[in-house]
T-cell receptor
Framework: TQLLEQSPQFLSIQEGENLTVYCNSS?????LQWYRQEPGEGPVLLVT?????EVKKLKRLTFQFGDARKDSSLHITAAQPGDTGLYLC?????????FGTGTRLQVFP | EPEVTQTPSHQVTQMGQEVILRCVPI?????FYWYRQILGQKVEFLVS????????KSEIFDDQFSVERPDGSNFTLKIRSTKLEDSAMYFC??????????????FGPGTRLTVL
């Protein structure tokens, strides 16, 4: 069974700080996606990374796919309260997505 | 921007009752999915559906579960006889096509199912 472990599990920071969350596995994936989920809502797709070593930027968010395509990171610069939420990584296994354990981020003003 | 919609947003039912959860996927999408998320736990895959048949299902998706695409727009999940442990958020997702696309699935807002 493929597992995606995310760390840290919880993160509370002040507005303006930088942070990085990680998504790790022992398996190689053809692609990996990052989602953000608000309480009581569905996951919202942020980005898909496909190529080993790939870096994608979405405003203050930087996503990186590991060279071996087993891990990924999400870096947020100058976090804002609006970044608060549950960040999920998900990887493709056959046609389904396997989701990570999630990182719950709280950004205080 | 097109989006996946789900109804109802919240369903409360008695144990043993049948429930049908409804989804309208994005209109040009061809692949459809159901996932569930028990409170505080990971999002888990239930079933995938393509070309009017199930393409893959998880161990959770037993004989009590069924899916249907009764017309060109709706995609439904039926639980025949609900159990307490079926209480969860149920998410519908859809994607456009296979091949070179990296399986980008778009999720609906979910239906919160509470079994009493």
């Amino acid at each position: 069974t493929q597992l995606l472990e995310q760390s840290p599990q919880f993160l509370s920071i002040q507005e303006g700080e930088n942070l990085t969350v990680y998504c790790n596995s022992s398996s190689v994936f053809s692609s990996l996606q990052w989602y953000r989920q608000e309480p009581g809502e569905g996951p919202v797709l942020l980005v898909t990374v496909v190529t080993g070593g790939e870096v994608k930027k979405l405003k203050r968010l930087t996503f990186q796919f590991g060279d071996a395509r087993k891990d990924s990171s999400l870096h947020i610069t100058a976090a804002q309260p609006g970044d608060t939420g549950l960040y999920l990584c998900a990887a493709r296994n056959t046609d389904k997505l396997i989701f990570g354990t999630g990182t719950r981020l709280q950004v205080f003003p | 921007e097109p989006e996946v919609t789900q109804t109802p947003s919240h369903q409360v039912t008695q144990m043993g009752q049948e429930v049908i959860l409804r989804c309208v996927p994005i209109s040009n999408h061809l692949y459809f999915y159901w996932y569930r998320q028990i409170l505080g736990q990971k999002v888990e895959f239930l079933v995938s559906f393509y070309n009017n048949e199930i393409s893959e299902k998880s161990e959770i998706f037993d004989d009590q579960f069924s899916v249907e695409r009764p017309d060109g727009s709706n995609f439904t999940l039926k639980i025949r006889s609900t159990k307490l442990e079926d209480s969860a958020m149920y998410f519908c997702a859809s994607r456009f096509s296979p091949g070179t696309t990296p399986n980008e699935q778009f999720f609906g807002p979910g239906t919160r199912l509470t079994v009493l």
